[in-house]
């Protein structure tokens, strides 16, 4: 037997809100209607993985037990992470190592943690050498 990951289901305050946030920082577009759920996918209809935002009442209190590692396709680690920050999200901890290796752990504006890893084209690079995309 075998499944499909469906959808990465996430509680919110304001599922809207929080979305937007999502679909800023991978791309991906927000598809929403009268119903208080909101999907965000690459395209509608989905034909793989989405992100659901359902609201709900209480706040996150505690740690997550699962996130989101996301590796950039487009740009660098470093831009990534840059770019979560100005959308709204929070440093949890920042283990980047001096030779260009290691992921950065933030949270998005309603406290849901994800890790921004190096993208594959950094990740074919010797240890200790860096990029730096122009434009």
């Known amino acids: 037997m075998a499944m499909t990951v469906n959808n990465m289901t996430f509680d919110a305050g304001d599922a809207r809100k929080l979305a937007e946030f999502w679909a800023a920082l991978t791309g991906w577009v927000v598809f929403y209607d009268d119903d208080p759920e909101v999907l965000l996918a690459p395209h509608f209809p989905p034909s793989g993985t989405s992100m659901l935002f359902i609201p709900v009442p209480e706040g996150k209190t505690a740690k997550n037990r699962l996130h989101l590692d996301l590796q950039?396709?487009?740009?660098?680690?470093?831009?990534?992470?840059?770019?979560?920050?100005?959308?709204?999200?929070?440093?949890?901890?920042?283990?980047?190592?001096?030779?260009?290796?290691?992921?950065?752990?933030?949270?998005?504006?309603?406290?849901?943690?994800?890790?921004?890893?190096?993208?594959?084209?950094?990740?074919?690079?010797?240890?200790?050498?860096?990029s730096h995309r122009i434009g």
């Open 72 to 130: 950039p396709s487009d740009r660098t680690r470093d831009e990534a992470v840059a770019q979560a920050l100005e959308l709204g999200a929070t440093l949890v901890g920042d283990f980047r190592k001096d030779d260009g290796t290691g992921w950065v752990t933030l949270a998005d504006p309603e406290g849901n943690e994800f890790c921004i890893e190096r993208s594959a084209d950094e990740r074919t690079q010797p240890a200790g050498v860096r």
